[in-house]
Each structure stands twice: as C-alpha cells, then as structure tokens.
C-alpha cells in the first residue's frame, strides 16, 4: 500500500483530534466494553460457529452450511475505524435480505448493538431476523470505506457467526455467549496521562455437569500481534498448546488445536476444557505478564512480555451431556428498585435469566417487600434466554427486604429461583464526594522511563505516531514514514538522555471516598476521574451506597511523580436523581 505524499500534514490532524477527551458514553468507552452475557440456555442439538478472520478490504463473506433453521443466532463483525472520531457506516446483509445499517460514530455511538473502544475499534452484534435457514448462507459485510468524503478506515477484521441448532436425538449441549469490546493496553496508548488495563474477565455460572461428556471454549480477539505474548486462562490454567499459550493472539486462528490458520491482526480459538469445568467458570484474559517483576509488561525490547494491546470480544463456552430432555433453569440473577423515594412511585425490577430449556408456557414472577404482596408479572424469555419483570407500589418510608421469586413447576433448579436486596426508602439520596492522598502501588521508586518528547521531535513524532496506529492497525510502511521514525528514534535518544533524572511513570492508587447523607439508597452509579483535565479512569459502582452509610473505591491511574490536577465527578451519566457530584484540587503524587 502507498503512502499518500501528503501524510504528514495529514498525521499531525489525526493525533491532534485524537489529543481531545472524548465523550463518555454507555456504548463508546475507551477503557472498553466488558465481556457480559448476552445469550445463554441449553438445547437438544448442537451449537455452532463459523466465521472468515483477518484484516482485509471490505466487502467480506462468510458463507457455510447450517443442517436446520436455527432457534437462535447472532452474527458478530469487527471494524477497524482509524481513530474514535472518524464515521462511517457497515452493513450486514444476510442470505441477499435487505441490509441491516450501522452508523459509526466513534464517541458518539448510540447502538446498544455497537460496542467501541480504544481508537475506533468497533465489534458489532446483529440479529439475522430469521434469515438463516437449513443448507447454504451466505452473509456480506460492507463499510464505507472507499465512498466519496468517508475518513472512517473500514476494514473488516472478522465475520462471525454463533448458531444453536435443535436437532432431534442429538446431545444436549449447554451454552453461554458473551461478548463485549475489552480494550486491554499498556502505558504508550492511552494519551498524555496513559492508563493501563492488563486484565479482563467473564464468568459463566450455573453449569450442569451430570452425564457430561465434552465442554469447549471459543474465543476471538482483535488487534492482536505475532510475536507480543499474551494468555488466555480458564479456571486458574492456561489453555493453548505448548507452543501458542504464551501467544494466543498470534494472527494465526485456531492454531490451539491444530495448524491453524493465517488472520491478520485477529485470533479465532478453540479449547478443550472438558477437564477444566466447574458449576462456575472464569475464563481470563491477560494483555501479558511481569516476567521480571519490574511492575511493568514490556511490548518491546530484550524481554517482550506483552500485547501492546488486544480486544477480547467474544467467548462462547458450550457444555455436552448425555440424559434426557433438558428442562428449564431459570434463575432471578438480579433485583433492584428504581425511584424508591417517599412519595413516589417506585418500580421493582427483576432480571431473569434461563440456562435450561425454553418453558412452555409465561412464567409469573412474584414481587414482595418484607413478604408482602406488591405485584405479579409473567414473562416469556426472549431466544437468548432473557426476560425483565417489573411492577410499581407507592413508596412509603421504612427499611424493606425486596424479594422477586419465581413460580415455576418442573424448573431444572428451583434454589437459584428467587432473590432479594435489603433497601431503605426516605428522602432523596445526598452523595457526597471526597479524595484521599493518592499512593504508590509499589513500595520503591519505579525504574524511570523516559520523558515525553521535547519540542524538538514533537511534528516528527506526531507524524510517526499516526503512521504507526495506522501500520499497526493496520496499514504499510512507506519510505517517508520510515524515515520519520528514525527522526523520531534520534529525538527519544537526545530527549531520553536530557530528561533521565526526571522520573518516570508509575502506577498509583487514589483513594475515593463517597458518602450517602441522604434518607434513600442511591442506586448504581459512575465514578469518573480526571487527571490534569484528561479522562484517565472510569469505574462503576454497580452496588450503589446505602443511605446514611459510605464507601470508598480505589481507582488505579497512571502518571509521572508530581503535583497533578485531580477532579472526581460522580454520575457523569446522570442516573442519580441528585444529580452530579464533583470533587478536585491539587494532590501530590510522590
């Protein structure tokens, strides 16, 4: 690929416009979208992937063979964008239907089907609509990349495609899909105060191992790299052959158990984890390791220890046994009151979700406040396994106990079918917010590393950096950018030896102390920080505060030694009926 003459005025636009904080969002986040559960429940039949992997020119086609229509499908794909600010479009179409339209609009997405993160990496999940039947199907994804005023980069790193398939006197086969967008990273990618995030996981609970006979687990990662070790492990051990558990994302898909093959920039993977598998299971992903304990994981040098970065976005675990016809497992995985102040009319909600079996009929489910009656709704959960029951009561002030139970004859595991939450109803809740000293994680000063660069390199390296997110992400090198880069190399040499004694970044702690003053509970809720008025954190507190108490959450950052300008915001989303919170100031990071 040509390097167009005019990269360099161009590169210096693009980091530029990435150097702007972007907007937080419930669907574009930077830090990533977590892994959840999306589908889940078990059939007499079989479950089954298939998918076209690597980075490549759009349009890209899966086609494959299906034996029956399925009972329940999704269609995944993943998008390169260039940065978090350029747009675009994709469409999916399947079996020549009409297509199915996505906007791209980096941080200002608004598809609860979209998941973006990092610098415009999107993963897209659709429903095929009932298009996909028995026999031959064929599924086209296209983007705007190539269309007249398009900047959004456009390729495609992978079409997927998860279908569960009844087939009479077939096994019976458990499943859990999750997806997500992580956005696992090191130090160098994530702006003037990096972040860091070298972990994720996902859970898949409530399995049902009598009779069984094999589990699997399929992974798909984006934005890996050959020759950058990372880990994938599950219950504690590391799964992948001798030769590629130090290197899941090796651009080379389902290598794990067998040759495998080639896939630019992705990684497609199978285990067998029939001897691995617990009624819970955790499955981890790691951006890399410490290997020599210096608190960090290098991406380059002598001893690569880690992934630059990598987006695990989809893990589907499935469960083979043998016995007769499943029943249905339906579980309250949660309850929780929304407005529940004096006065006002409080809604109860309970989510439910089914491991077994569809049930025959609407299930009611039964809410209670200290086992008092307040309201029956029945539901029907939808293909994936999800339904969400709720009812409203006036609320009066006083503690209660919020019970949600479910009435279901024949249910494969009634233990796990009702669930409750403590709550305390008065007056709005009042948070209040406060900042603790921050800390060192480590107990020694941190090897320095080196300092920004001067104002020397800084047009030089700003062309390099674009070149490189675009060679890494993935386009090729031309002669220019070369030589920027070895412009670049001579600048970090003269600024790295300038700027040695200044110290260099280390991992801190800040503590966040959050007080609920207030006569209600306040429900779940943001945590957003910001260092030196970029965005450097974001934690939920999905667990909220209970009124007249208090919590404190400690929020990992990233930064040089130093004084710092620090501001705390709580529900920046503003799902507080209070509204936001704020808290900053001047803090020393020693």
């Known amino acids: 690929m040509k390097i167009p003459r005019l ?23 930077f830090e990533g979208i977590p892994l959840t559960l999306s589908a889940q429940g078990t059939v007499r039949g079989e479950v089954l992937t298939f998918g076209t992997y690597g980075l490549a020119d759009p349009p890209m086609e899966c086609t494959f063979d299906l034996p029956a229509s399925p009972v329940y499908a999704r269609v995944y794909t993943g998008v390169w964008g260039g940065t978090e600010q350029y747009t675009g479009w994709a469409d999916v179409t399947v079996n020549n239907a009409e297509p199915v339209r996505f906007a791209l609009s980096g941080t200002r997405d608004t598809n609860p089907d979209i998941a973006a993160s990092s610098h415009g990496i999107y993963w897209i999940g659709t429903d095929p609509a009932g298009n996909l039947r028995a026999g031959t199907n064929t599924i086209i994804v296209a983007t705007s990349r190539g269309e007249a005023g398009n900047r959004l980069d456009g390729r495609i790193y992978a079409v997927c495609v998860v279908a569960v398939v009844e087939e009479a006197g077939g096994p019976i086969t458990q499943y859990w899909i999750a997806d997500g967008n992580e956005n696992l990273h090191g130090e160098g990618w994530a702006g003037s105060n990096p972040t860091r995030k070298d972990t994720a996981s996902v859970s898949f609970g409530h399995a049902d191992r009598s009779g069984m ?31 590629t558990r130090a290197d899941i994302g090796n651009e080379r898909s389902f290598d794990s158990i067998g040759a495998g093959i080639e896939s630019r920039y992705v990684d497609a993977e199978r285990f067998d984890v029939t001897n691995l598998l617990l009624c819970t299971n955790t499955v981890l992903f790691e951006r890399g390791r410490d290997l020599d304990g210096d608190g960090r994981i290098a991406s380059s040098g002598a001893v690569i220890e880690g992934e630059d970065y990598i987006h695990p976005c989809l893990a589907v675990l499935t469960l083979v046994r043998s016995g007769a016809d499943p029943l249905p497992d339906l579980a309250v995985e949660e309850v929780r009151a929304e407005n529940a102040y004096t006065g006002e009319t409080a809604t109860a909600v309970a989510k439910i979700k089914n491991y077994g079996s569809p049930p025959a009929a609407p299930v009611a489910v039964m809410f209670s406040l200290n086992d008092r009656v307040i309201g029956t709704e029945s539901v029907t959960p939808d293909p994936a396994g999800n339904a969400e029951a709720t009812v409203t009561w006036p609320a009066s002030g006083g503690a209660f106990t919020l019970t949600a139970a479910i009435a279901e004859t024949g249910d494969a595991d009634p233990t796990n079918n009702r669930a409750s939450v403590d709550l ?16 060192r994680v480590d107990a020694e000063a941190a090897e ?20 490189f997110s675009r060679s890494r992400s993935h ?31 280390a991992a801190y702690l800040l503590p966040v102390q959050i007080e609920n003053s207030g006569g209600s509970d306040a429900p779940a809720f943001s945590v957003t920080v910001y260092l030196d008025g ?28 130093g004084t710092h300008q620090v501001r705390v915001v709580l529900d920046e989303a503003g799902e507080q009926a209070t509204g936001k919170n704020t808290a900053g100031g001047s803090y020393d990071f020693p």
Request: aromatic share 4%.
């Open 534 to 561: 970029e965005k450097a954190a974001y934690k939920r507190v999905d667990s909220g505060v209970a009124a007249g108490s208090s919590t404190t959450v400690t929020i990992p950052l990233y930064t040089t030694p």
């Open 448 to 467: 320095p590393t080196r300092a920004p660069l001067s104002i020397v390199p800084v047009v030089a390296g700003l062309c390099a950096v674009a070149w």
């Open 7 to 29: 990269i360099p005025l161009i590169a210096i636009s693009i980091v530029l416009l990435l150097c702007c904080t972007p907007a937080a969002s419930a669907l574009y986040e």
């Open 213 to 243: 006979t094999a589990a699997e687990l399929m992974v798909v990662l984006l934005a890996s790299n050959r020759g950058q070790p990372d880990y994938l492990s599950m219950n504690g051990h590391d799964l992948g052959s001798p030769s």
């Open 424 to 439: 305390t109803v008065g007056s709005l809740p009042d948070l209040a917010v406060s900042i603790g000293a921050p800390y």
């Open 475 to 505: 386009g090729s090198p031309g002669l220019v950018p070369v030589l920027l880069i070895a412009t670049v190399l001579v600048g970090c040499l003269c600024t790295g030896a300038a700027s040695a004694g200044d110290g260099g970044y």
